[in-house]
């Protein structure tokens, strides 16, 4: 199976994502600004016991992301796939 970094799975679409390669079996790595703030993944990932860990990654931040890499190739040596799903939406 696949080591797959995810971002933005706080809420939506990364969340789905995160869930559904975590259910087929992949090492998915669900990155979020703030996890504290959206703890409903970590949740369902203890309850299913799924292959997903839960990083902080703040797109924004090069040093951010750069850590969250780093900690990702330090535990799973390589990243196979990217799901750039982080951003920002806006309702005016």
Do not use: C, W
């Given at each position: 199976?696949?080591?797959?970094?995810?971002?933005?799975?706080?809420?939506?679409?990364?969340?789905?994502?995160?869930?559904?390669?975590?259910?087929a079996?992949?090492?998915?790595?669900?990155?979020?600004?703030n996890?504290?703030?959206?703890?409903?993944l970590?949740?369902?990932?203890?309850?299913?016991?799924?292959?997903?860990?839960?990083?902080?990654?703040?797109?924004?931040s090069?040093?951010?992301?750069?850590?969250?890499?780093?900690?990702?190739?330090?535990e799973?040596?390589?990243?196979?796939?990217?799901?750039?799903?982080?951003?920002?939406?806006?309702?005016?």
């Amino acid at each position: 199976m696949s080591n797959v970094l995810v971002t933005g799975t706080s809420t939506g679409i990364g969340y789905a994502t995160a869930l559904e390669l975590g259910r087929a079996g992949h090492t998915v790595y669900a990155t979020m600004r703030n996890p504290g703030r959206a703890p409903q993944l970590g949740e369902a990932v203890a309850r299913e016991k799924l292959p997903v860990k839960v990083l902080v990654m703040d797109v924004d931040s090069d040093s951010s992301v750069a850590d969250a890499v780093a900690a990702i190739h330090a535990e799973g040596g390589h990243i196979d796939v990217l799901v750039n799903n982080a951003g920002l939406a806006t309702f005016g």
